[in-house]
């Protein structure tokens, strides 16, 4: 098998599929890239068996073959060159590679292209296809808040709920909640998948390679492929069975709170210095246009105390809340005022974004903090 290539241009490409390599794999073919040549066509892959990327891209090739190649050194040599010319040789009888350059030879052994495992195949699928921009959008608002408690294994990944003309994306950890909706899509199909953390974080990255506008979606009962140009990212789902999401999102919130988002947000962050350091508690004490904000941690006898300016008409009400977690969701939402909608002390409260539009809704919910008297 031999190619020339421009070692940036493949540089590029490894950098996107080195994301599918794990740190400490369990067998040793993990740590290898796996190189196939089609005439002019290489295309690279990688896995650590639960995330596969796959990108291709145009080279000069010469001869056509297949060799797993040791991904750290590869990339290691390619790092340390200028942007050049670099051909690839791969002797087919002992898998001996050899990389020359304009400033040399570099001398590398490859792996049997067959012990690589087996790409999974996109057979029954479902598709869809998603603007790339709401796509990326529907990862950074939910990947923050799904769980790391491997003892729910449903929670630990992002629920994808197709349903005819849109699709909702959920996480949660049991204290926050995340519901982000894209509309407008034309299906016929209402079907869910559970896809895990680390392959939407994979191919976040990879998308944010992709000169792509928009992303297909396809899965099965056991994978889900995203392609965007040029790259494939295939991730095994999550077997399980996802909360009841909608019976915990309440319904009649009767106190509406409309407040500036990045005051709201550096006053929390102050005043979590003051919190307790276990429950990171801030009581609001809510009244006519205006919002008391607290925190006190006893052990310490550390307090801190500010007032907001907000909108808000109706009775007063006192309610505690984990500081930390508002201000990832705060971070997360991207409109100047954001709602926190209320309805009693031990009930959950809703943050949503002052404007929604047509395209795609966010709704955020967070429990309450028992507060101690």
């Known amino acids: 098998m031999t190619f020339e290539v421009s070692s940036g241009e493949l540089l590029k490409k ?56 040791p991904a750290k050194i590869l990339m290691d040599t390619l790092k340390a060159l200028p942007d050049h010319p670099i051909k ?55 990947l923050f808040a799904s769980s790391t408690d491997e003892l729910r294994l449903a929670m630990t990944g992002v629920l994808m709920h197709l349903d005819f003309n849109k699709v909702v994306f959920v996480s949660t950890d049991a204290h926050k909640l995340v519901k982000y909706t894209i509309n407008g ?70 106190k509406r709170i409309s407040i500036n988002r990045s005051d709201f947000q550096s006053s929390l962050k102050r005043l979590v210095i003051y919190s307790n350091k276990t429950t990171n508690q801030v009581v609001f004490n809510i009244s006519d246009d205006s919002l008391t904000i607290s925190a006190q941690d006893l052990d310490f006898s550390n307090e801190a105390t500010e007032q907001i300016s907000c909108d808000y008409k109706g009775d007063p009400m006192s309610i505690g809340f984990n500081a930390k977690f508002l201000v990832e969701m705060l971070g997360v939402l991207d409109s100047d005022e954001v709602i926190i909608e209320l309805s009693a002390p031990n009930k959950a409260g809703i943050v949503l974004p002052v404007v929604d539009s047509d395209e795609d809704n966010l709704l955020m919910l967070l429990m309450p903090v028992m507060m101690n008297h």
């Open 14 to 69: 490894l950098q996107i599929a080195v994301g599918a390599i794990g740190s400490n794999p369990v067998i040793p073919i993990l740590e290898d890239f796996l190189f196939e040549l089609s005439q002019d066509r290489l295309t690279i892959s990688a896995t650590n068996l639960e995330v596969t990327i796959i990108s291709s891209l145009n080279v000069s090739g010469s001869k056509d073959g297949s060799v797993a190649v």
């Open 88 to 142: 690839f040789d791969v002797n087919p009888d002992n898998l001996g590679i050899k990389l020359v350059s304009a400033y040399g030879e570099y001398k590398l052994t490859g792996d049997n292209p067959s012990d690589f495992p087996e790409t999974p195949v996109e057979e029954n699928v479902n598709k869809i296809n998603l603007s790339k921009e709401l796509l990326v959008k529907a990862i950074n608002n939910t």
């Open 185 to 254: 899509l034309s299906s016929d199909m209402t079907e869910s998948i559970i896809i895990p953390k680390k392959g939407l974080n994979v191919f976040r990255t990879a998308m944010s390679n992709s000169e792509e506008d928009t992303a297909d979606i396809s899965f099965n009962s056991k994978n889900v492929f995203f392609r965007s140009g040029d790259t494939l990212v295939i991730s095994r789902l999550i077997d399980a069975k996802y909360p009841d999401y909608d019976a915990v999102i309440p319904s009649n919130n009767d």
